[in-house]
Structures are given as C-alpha cells and as structure tokens.
C-alpha cells in the first residue's frame, strides 16, 4: 500500500493524448470477429481504429483492410457501417479501386489527365492498406505495427482466443462517454470495484469472498507491488498490460445452452475475461454468450464506448435477437453503474495536484499499477 504510480493529468492532457495515440497507431487493436462481422464473402464492414475511418474487406477466403479514404481528394467509399462490396468506388468523383486496392476504373479519365499518355499515372493509383491479422476469429488491425500480435500479447491468451468463435447473428451499440479511455480500461482490470458498484447486478453472478478488517493497529505492511515498481523502476513489457482472468460463476445456464455448439474451452461455470491492451474487454459469460466492449478515444476527456454481444455458433439454428437484446439491455444497466463513477473520477482527477499525498494504490492493484507504470515510461520516452 502507499505509494501511487498514477499520474492524474494523463486522464486531461491533451499533449499526454498525442503520445498516446502515437503508441496506438503502432499497436494492434480488436476489432470483432470474422463469424459476425464478415460472415459472407465479399462484404465489408467499417470500423474506427486510432481516429481513423477503416474499411475490412472479405475477398473469398481473404482479408484486408484499406483507410476509407480515396487518393484523390479523401472522399469516403461507403458511409455505411456494413454490407456488400465488388469493388470501392468513390462517392465523390467515381475513381473506382478492385479489391486489392489497386486503381480499377473511371469514366472521368480526361478530367483527371487531359492528355491520354498520361493514363498510365491513373494505373499507379492505390488505396491505403491498413495492416491486418487474423488470430482464430478475432480480427486485429494496426494502423503503422512495430510489434508482432505475438509480441503485444502471450501465448496463453492467443490460443484461448483462437478457440472462440461466434455466431452470425449480433448486436452492437456505439455511445460517447465523457472521461478517458484509460479510466474504463482500468477499471474492467479492478475486481475490487465489482461488489462495490454492481452489487445489485453483475455481482448476483459470481463467487466473491471479502475481507473485513475494521482499525487494527501495528499492522507490518509488507512492501507492495507498486512499491516495487517504484523502487526498481521496473517498466512493464506491453505483454504484460493485457491477460485473462477467469472467475467463477454460479447460474442456471440459460436455456438456449442446448441449441450451441458447447465449447469445452468456455467451461459453463467460469467467466473469462480478455483484457486486450490498450482498450478491449472481451467476455465469455460461462461459453453460452460472449460481450466485447472497446473504447475508442477521441480526445484525452472522452471515447467511443462500442459494445457487442454475440453467441456462439449454433448447432440448432434460432432467432437470436430477442436472446441478445435482452442480455444487451442488462449489460448496459451494468456499464451505466460504471460510467456513474468513472464520470466523477474523472472530474476528480483533476483536481488532484499531489499525487504521493492524495493517491495510493492498494496491493490488490497489481495490472492497474502495471498500466500506470507504462504510462509513465512511455510519457518520459518514446514507446517502442
Ligand atoms: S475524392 Fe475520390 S474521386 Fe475524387
Ligand atoms: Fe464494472
């Protein structure tokens, strides 16, 4: 206990936002699954990864994924979040691009060269790919990597991630919250806030043992974790900002658990969290449904919060959205009882100008000082 790593003008400052969005543009980010998402060959569908409008494309059997932004002068392919796609032709002056991005067609030739010896600068034209990886079903995009996914996350978690697969039938939802991206990202790897602030909701789910400790004295506090980083000025590798964590559940599986596909990998009785850094939580709730929750920031004081709900496949097919919308609906009760204090947190932060004297970090916090223990590297350098 004691000591805090956290530094709470990184939640406001915009100069501390940019360093950030400069790692973010050079780490891969999750993006959904191939099983929802992309299930059809050639479609597409539009995600935003660091600020940028992404367009991911199925070709047949092949993935890729280009900015949604035509070389001529920007304009956009498609406003539209999903759906079918041949070929990107752009909706302000009608270049049109294959698949592979390459400059496919225009029946403006002359405007663009007026004399045909030049039609050949037309042919070099071609969209921006952004870079793709596939792990399972689990879709990654990076808009500039300088690491591998296997060097931004572990073994562990790539393998159990490669195991999950999804229905086709989905919901997603996309909101503002006005705190940082980071406040939430720590708060899904704080269990503690869990019997605190949904006591009345998730909590009902899980197995959970507190301790009560009321005024002792000469308590002997054995030096903690943070104290460690401090005091060896450890810097966490990137790896290590992300991970799994499962906790048991206690439940009577929902009936639709007979008509999926039963997955052994997501045992009935435990809820399995991936923590993708830097702002992913994908969770499997006891194999029978799955929720991924990114936030995407967009200035240092808010983000775009994304929520997904999905099942797995299903070996007798059934109507799932009235299933989705019900477990969707509750999951934003959920999030509303988060984003109820991480608002005031926020708000908080900055109001607090001596961290060592008005900040602690219990021993409990070992991810959440990992996380302020980064953040402080990578604003004193230059990440990766
Ligand atoms: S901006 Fe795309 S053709 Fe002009
Ligand atoms: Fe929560």
Redesign the pocket.
């Known amino acids: 206990m004691k000591e805090t790593l956290q530094n709470p003008s990184f939640y406001s400052s915009s100069e501390a936002f940019r360093t950030e969005m400069l790692l973010h543009e050079r780490i891969w980010h999750c993006v959904g699954f191939v099983g929802a998402l992309l299930p059809h060959k050639d479609s597409f569908i539009r995600v935003k990864i660091v600020n940028r409008d992404v367009l991911v494309v199925r070709n047949g059997n092949i993935f890729s994924a280009f900015l949604n932004i035509?070389?001529?002068?920007?304009?956009p392919f498609t406003l539209k979040d999903r759906g079918k796609l041949s070929t990107f032709t752009?909706?302000?002056?009608?270049?049109n691009f294959a698949k592979d991005g390459k400059f496919n067609v225009?029946n403006s030739a002359h405007e663009f060269c007026e004399n045909p010896a030049n039609y050949f600068q037309l042919d070099c034209l071609k969209l921006t790919q952004v870079p793709l990886e596939i792990c399972g079903e689990a879709i990654f995009l990076s808009i500039q990597p300088a690491l591998r996914l296997a060097d931004q996350f572990d073994n562990d978690l790539l393998e159990q991630l490669s195991l999950l697969k999804v229905d086709h039938q989905y919901v997603f939802s996309a909101w503002t919250e006005p705190f940082n991206y980071k406040l939430n990202y720590e708060n899904v790897n704080d269990p503690l806030h869990v019997p605190h602030v949904h006591q009345a909701t998730f909590m009902q789910m899980l197995d959970y043992d507190g301790h009560i400790h009321k005024n002792q004295k000469n308590i002997d506090f054995n030096p903690s974790h943070s104290k460690y980083l401090l005091k060896d000025k450890t810097t966490p590798s990137i790896s290590e900002l992300s991970g799994l964590a499962f906790t048991r559940i206690d439940r009577d599986p929902p009936w639709w658990s007979n008509l999926i596909n039963d997955s052994p990998n997501f045992a009935d009785d435990k809820y399995i969290n991936f923590f993708l850094f830097p702002g992913t939580n994908l969770f499997s709730v006891g194999g029978t449904h799955f929720g991924l929750q990114r936030y995407n920031p967009i200035n240092s004081e808010e983000f775009i919060y994304e929520l997904s709900y999905f099942l797995p496949p299903m070996a007798n097919a059934f109507e799932a959205a009235p299933v989705l919308k019900e477990l969707f609906e509750a999951e934003l009760d959920t999030i509303k009882e988060d984003s109820a204090i991480l608002k005031s947190v926020h708000i908080n932060m900055k109001q607090i100008h001596d961290p060592q004297n008005q900040l602690f970090h219990g021993d409990y916090e070992k991810k959440i000082s990992k996380l302020s223990s980064y953040y402080n590297y990578i604003h004193s350098t230059s990440p990766l």
Not at 70 to 75: D, E, F, L
Not at 90 to 95: A, F, I, K, T
């Open positions: 035509c070389p001529h002068r920007g304009g752009c909706m302000y002056h009608g270049l225009t």
